[in-house]
């Protein structure tokens, strides 16, 4: 099999592109620690990865994962980290995977839940992602638990059970790490707000609640109250945009950007259209691209800068069709790139909004694509993964076939693909 050999783009000016190639590439032994890989955009350094594999070959190891979750794996101290739970939401594990063996090394039952909140059967009780630094894993639950972890001994370092918080229809929040922090967003029926915790310690270090006004934004007729318009699912993200650090955060109804030492809210757009927004915000060139979410939702530009609701002027512009609920995005010179859930892929020109080209793969997706050199991976619910063309036009390049569909997104290891199907995990070579 070909080996595609890493090939980087390097414009005349040095946009966030080339600051996150070169990070990457200075950085290349950057474990996959948390959702969406080191950058947070998932971006892929590596030689090669896998364009061919089936249950029959380039599978190095499987194993089976017990009850129910669709948290995306992480890697530390050579252990692939991942949480499952109980189907009734009462049982919270953490599971460590040798990643050499895949055998695993650490089943612990992290919290027992004797009342569960409600989680829609479409989500599990074990959804947000952990994140890692060298030493520690830190896991959420969302408000049943947070906790941190020694990533080579399993020791617990410390646990919080005390953050109020209905999700509603279940979690899916994953953590980030900044500085020494522990960032999350919480964004229930009750409380919609973002938490940063210390990383050694667990105290809380500051909490910003959301400052947009509810207020007739049901829709349809639905209540102002309803739950479904406050609640939210969306990873943080940190980024460096015009000289100035921001903390992004998609919550229900509004884009924000704090201060994410501090916490002060920098600025926000508000999106009346979409609710309950489940990615992580893409970041390309000076622009920050962010997904509103379910019914009706669109995908929206937005130049940093300004001071309270910037909505009127810093929205560049909206688009509309084939607007991915679940899976995040993905920036690259040729375009934006999504996967809508129902299985139509997209390239957008992130400078106008304009679609260059609309095309339907087939599928259900919840999980986010990656990006490897110039191809896109793209993962179903039915266990198939599609590789196309990162181009302006459209070039399907291959298919895969898993016994079980993904609702988790991929990691990455070395030269090799960390799957987690609704059953299994596996150790994918090229």
Request: proline residues 5%; hydrophobic residues 35%; contains cysteine.
């Amino acid at each position: 099999m070909p080996a595609y050999q890493c090939r980087c783009y390097l414009p005349a000016t040095l946009s966030a592109w080339t600051i996150l190639v070169i990070g990457l590439l200075q950085s290349s032994a950057a474990q996959w620690n948390q959702f969406r890989g080191p950058s947070g955009q998932g971006v892929v350094q590596a030689e090669q990865l896998p364009l061919d594999w089936s249950e029959d070959s380039q599978i190095r190891w499987k194993r089976a994962i017990h009850d129910k979750g669709w948290s995306s794996p992480v890697i530390a101290q050579d252990r692939i980290w991942l949480t499952t739970a109980s189907e009734d939401g009462k049982d919270l594990f953490v599971i460590a995977v040798d990643a050499g063996s895949g055998e695993i090394v650490i089943d612990k039952q992290l919290f027992r839940i004797d009342a569960p909140q409600f989680a829609h059967k479409f989500n599990s009780y074990a959804s947000p992602t952990p994140v890692c630094d060298a030493n520690r894993v830190f896991l959420s639950f969302g408000s049943p638990g947070v906790a941190c972890m020694d990533a080579r001994t399993g020791e617990v370092l410390w646990q919080r059970t005390d953050i109020e918080c209905n999700h509603f229809r279940g979690a899916g929040s994953s953590p980030i790490l900044h500085d020494g922090l522990l960032i999350m967003n919480f964004d229930g029926s009750d409380h919609q707000f973002v938490l940063a915790l210390d990383q050694e310690t667990g105290e809380t270090k500051w909490r910003s609640n959301r400052s947009i006004d509810f207020k007739d934004l049901g829709a349809d007729g639905l209540p102002e109250a309803e739950g479904d318009w406050r609640k939210g699912f969306s990873t943080p993200h940190v980024a460096r945009l015009r000289g100035e650090e921001l903390l992004l955060s998609i919550g229900s109804k509004a884009l924000y950007a704090y201060d994410p030492t501090t916490g002060t809210e920098r600025w926000r757009t508000e999106s009346r259209v979409g609710h309950s927004a489940s990615t992580r915000p893409t970041i390309w060139e000076d622009h920050i691209y962010y997904l509103t979410g379910f019914s009706r939702g669109e995908l929206w530009a937005v130049k940093p800068g300004g001071k309270g609701d910037v909505t009127q002027s810093h929205v560049s512009w909206t688009f509309k069709r084939s607007v991915p609920n679940k899976p995040s995005m993905i920036a690259h010179p040729e375009g934006l790139f999504m996967i809508h859930d129902g299985g139509v892929a997209s390239c957008v020109d992130p400078l106008t909004g304009e679609a260059r080209w609309q095309e339907r793969i087939g599928g259900n997706y919840s999980a986010s694509p990656i990006l490897w050199n110039d191809l896109i991976y793209c993962f179903s619910e039915e266990g198939k993964t599609s590789i196309i063309a990162a181009s302006g036009n459209f070039k399907l390049i291959k298919t895969n076939q898993l016994d079980d569909g993904f609702m988790a997104s991929p990691a990455v290891l070395d030269n090799h693909l960390i799957l987690r199907t609704k059953t299994h995990l596996y150790r994918i070579h090229p």
